[in-house]
């Protein structure tokens, strides 16, 4: 029993660990509207940054596409967390992990990992969308 009590603990403290672990170093979270970030635009062509809507209904849009080290600004009108797939633990790619959002609120990750990348609304990880990064 005290084995297993033990374990539990240590389980939880790794687990707390590796979550600590995949919050982006680059999130920034404001209070207001974005400022020069283009609305409703998913692939930028003459601006380093995209706006993504998050609440309520998920992501908008839901695929997103950028180039290394373009910048990405979620724009919450509800609670929203986002998060990178796998859900719980965050780790296809830690520059998307942002931390959670109240209405009104931005975070913005600038991101340089190639590839394609899931991410999710921690508090619904139902909400899904598609992160491109050329």
Known sequence: MALS????VIVAGVVAY???QNRSETAVVETGAPTA????SASPEASDIVTVRVGADG??????TVKSGEEIVFVASSEFEVASEPHPVHTSNSELNMPPLQAGQTARATVTKKGTFGIHNHNDSSQ???????
């Open 128 to 134: 899904k969308a598609t992160v491109v990064v050329e």
């Open 18 to 20: 590796l979550l600590s």
């Open 5 to 8: 009590v033990v374990a539990l």
């Open 59 to 64: 992501f908008e849009p839901d695929r997103i």
């Open 37 to 40: 970030a283009p609305t409703g």
